[in-house]
């Protein structure tokens, strides 16, 4: 899922410093003993990570089953969160759980989508090159697929994306706002658990996330 090398690798900064960010924050969040919402970060930090490696380096579909496996837990968790704020609070309750539900399905699709495409897209060069030499008419040697035949597959997944990229623009639309209004706000205490860094993480995830999905529009 590698871009441009010129937008690919800031954003793999980016989602570096995320990642880093949350570790630490996890670290600061412990040792003041004070009530934080654990969840979040330990996701965000493993989302971080993940967006890392994926922005720059091929993810195989055992890397990608793994990763998946993994922010499944938390996705699950979100929903049911999700669910409980909308029982209880109706669907103004929704807003915080939502938005981490939406990250973290994001995660799963490209993880579990842009990863076995990634492998098999390889598997299938591979198989060309040893075939290479075998004369099979009517079928189309690059792919081993007759025409028009993944035509339907890649336009759900682009149609997919274009929505997760649309959800995630109201995503990110609002940590942007609540930025804004966070940067005027005097702070009190810890930077790492002040709202501004945790904010700019969340947008720079949301706007990572974002083109990532883009480069799976075909």
């Known amino acids: 899922m590698t871009g441009p090398v010129w937008l690919s690798w ?12 949350h570790a630490a924050r996890l670290v600061a ?3 003041a ?4 919402r654990y969840d979040v970060d330990l996701t965000h930090l493993v989302m971080s990570g993940a967006m890392a490696v994926m922005l720059v380096l091929p993810v195989g579909s055992r890397q990608a089953t793994t990763w998946s496996l993994v922010i499944a837990v938390p996705a699950g968790w979100f929903a049911a969160r999700t669910v409980a704020a909308a029982q209880a609070g109706g669907v103004r309750a929704l807003g915080g759980p939502a938005r981490q539900l939406v990250m973290s399905a994001a995660m799963l699709f490209m993880l579990l989508v842009g990863g076995g495409s990634a492998a098999a897209a390889a ?5 060309g090159m040893d075939m290479n030499e075998v004369d099979m008419s009517g079928m189309d040697m690059a792919g081993m697929h007759m025409p028009g035949s993944d ?3 890649w336009s759900s997944v682009s149609l997919t994306s274009a929505g997760l990229v ?4 109201l995503v990110a ?3 942007a706002r609540e930025l804004r209004v966070a940067v005027g706000v005097h702070r009190d205490g810890s930077w790492l658990l002040s709202r501004r860094p945790s ?6 995830m949301t706007s990572a996330m974002g083109y990532m999905l883009l480069l799976m529009i075909g």
């Open 123 to 127: 598997t299938m060069d591979m198989r």
């Open 173 to 175: 639309g609002y940590y």
């Open 33 to 36: 003993a004070r009530p934080h």
């Open 29 to 31: 969040a412990r040792r």
């Open 10 to 21: 800031p954003f793999a900064a980016l989602m570096a410093a995320s990642a880093v960010f």
């Open 151 to 153: 035509q339907a597959g």
């Open 166 to 169: 649309a959800v995630l623009g």
């Open 199 to 204: 904010l700019g993480c969340r947008l720079a």
